[in-house]
């Protein structure tokens, strides 16, 4: 498994699979059942998060092939305050085999990276037990549970807040 720029032609598959699940589409811009065209728009877009200063937006790769597998983001809107929040989804033919896990550890190596951060940050739905599995292997703690926390699919949303902090 790598972290890799997203390539518009090779990802639109996986974006597409990506694009069939049911949560993912809540939890991010990309549309549900989305067309060629609307993943080829949603690749483009996060192409852009960089030079957008929003953050980085990897593709998930098989380290072997360079074939995507998911996505993995790091966000940095709170850089100011030394943090970051993470979020990552793995295309559905491709879960079962801990990639996820592999994509969180590797994504927050490469944020320590980055002088100014101190602290990333996960929200995860409680009853998503696959990422705070995913969450827990990547060396992530639960700091507590944050009710009401955010609004997804219309619904008001507890969230558990997971973090790890800048190993010294
Ligand atoms: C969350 C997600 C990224 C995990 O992908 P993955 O790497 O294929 O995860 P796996 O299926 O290998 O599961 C990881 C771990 O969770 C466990 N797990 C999976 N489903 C589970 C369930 N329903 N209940 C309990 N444990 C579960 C697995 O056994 C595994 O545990 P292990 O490491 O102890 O063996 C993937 O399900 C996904 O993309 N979901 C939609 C997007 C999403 O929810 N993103 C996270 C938002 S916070």
């Given amino acids: 498994m790598l972290l890799r720029a997203f390539r518009v032609d090779a990802d639109e598959p996986m974006v597409r699979d990506l694009a069939t699940d049911p949560y993912v589409p809540l939890i991010g811009s ?31 790769a098989d380290a072997a092939t360079g074939e995507a597998v998911g996505s993995a983001g790091l966000w940095l809107a709170e850089i100011a305050h030394g943090r970051a929040s993470a979020g990552y989804a793995i295309a559905p033919r491709y879960r079962g085999h801990g990639l996820a896990a592999d994509a969180l550890t590797a994504l927050t190596a490469f944020a320590w990276t980055l002088p100014a951060l101190h602290r990333v940050e996960l929200y995860i739905e409680p009853d998503n037990r696959a990422s705070v599995r995913t969450a827990e292997r990547a ?16 619904r008001r949303r507890d969230m558990l807040l997971h973090a790890v902090v800048r190993p010294v």
């Fill in 30 to 60: 990309l549309p549900a059942e989305a067309t060629r065209a609307e993943a080829r728009d949603w690749l483009v877009r996060n192409r852009g998060r960089w030079s957008e200063g929003r953050g980085f937006s990897f593709a998930v």
């Fill in 139 to 154: 060396g992530y703690v639960c700091e507590g549970r944050l009710r009401s926390h955010q609004e997804i699919g219309g």
